[in-house]
């Protein structure tokens, strides 16, 4: 069994799956709409059959989410403050050297500027979720979009 979605807060993604924002119940909810999902594609036509001979075309029950409160704490103790290399690599004799171009300081994080950047798209959640071989779930940051989550940026060099 394998779970894979790459989904965002500004459309739903080809499965059908989206991250909405509820400020009022303050969670971060993954919503399931199949007539949201993209049906000009055999392969997802087939993938809700699937679904719906498994569990259903309905919403999810329970609906996944994340907590305001606690993932601002767990988020806020990991992405504090911040490293951010960007390194060119290259191959010889078996061996990988890296050639470091930029190093960027990031501080300040803002759980805040957090759920905005969901909202506007520059945020997504990563799902890889595999029988045997779970990578997890990942809130993932456009590259180079450092401050739409952090207060303070510094290219150090």
Known sequence: ???RSTTYGTRYNKRGFK???DRNDRKI???FK???ADTSKPEIIAWLKQV???IGLSALNPEPYWGFDDLRNVIGQKMKNCFYLVADNKIE???EYFKYIELYLLSGFSFDKFLDAI?????AVDFDARTGHNHGTKFRLKQGYFSKVYNNVERSF
Request: a negative charge; aromatic letters at 14%.
């Open 19 to 21: 991250i909405d924002i």
């Open 34 to 36: 199949h007539n949201e």
């Open 29 to 31: 909810r993954f919503v």
């Open 93 to 95: 004799n078996n061996h």
């Open 119 to 123: 909202e506007d798209g520059f945020v």
């Open 1 to 3: 069994m394998s779970f």
């Open 52 to 54: 719906e001979k498994r």
